[in-house]
């Protein structure tokens, strides 16, 4: 697990476990920002993997070419930071559902 943290790249990665953190305690402190959390880890993954995905593009040109397994490997670790915060983002919507079914 630690490996793919990072693959992921550290700072995008650490950004988005700081956020399921806040996350999680805004569950139990301020449940209407929930949405606002979820969304903010979802746009700061996605840009994440765009700023990997241009890095990544930068050094094929510099290089001047990369095999097809290199790329794919490349690609992979990219889209890290998207994958986690899509899973924020969904824990976000999980939580709110959790929250009104409490509640009605």
Same mark, same amino acid.
């Given at each position: 697990?630690?490996?793919?943290?990072?693959?992921?790249?550290?700072? +995008?990665?650490?950004?988005?476990?700081? &956020?399921? +953190?806040?996350?999680? *305690? /805004? %569950? %139990?402190? %301020?449940?209407?920002?929930?949405? *606002? =959390?979820?969304?903010?880890?979802?746009? $700061?993954?996605? =840009?994440?993997?765009l700023i990997g995905l241009?890095?990544?593009?930068?050094? &094929?040109?510099?290089?001047?070419?990369?095999?097809? /397994?290199? $790329? /794919?490997?490349?690609?992979?670790?990219? $889209?890290?930071?998207?994958?986690?915060?899509?899973?924020?983002?969904?824990?976000?919507?999980?939580?709110?559902?959790?929250?009104?079914?409490? %509640?009605?």
């Amino acid at each position: 697990m630690l490996a793919l943290f990072y693959n992921g790249g550290p700072l +995008f990665m650490g950004i988005l476990s700081l &956020i399921l +953190f806040v996350l999680i *305690l /805004a %569950f %139990f402190r %301020f449940p209407t920002r929930l949405h *606002l =959390l979820g969304k903010l880890g979802l746009g $700061l993954g996605v =840009l994440g993997s765009l700023i990997g995905l241009y890095e990544a593009f930068k050094g &094929i040109e510099k290089m001047g070419g990369v095999s097809q /397994a290199m $790329l /794919a490997g490349g690609l992979k670790n990219a $889209l890290l930071p998207t994958l986690y915060g899509l899973v924020i983002y969904l824990l976000s919507l999980g939580l709110q559902i959790g929250k009104k079914k409490k %509640f009605d």
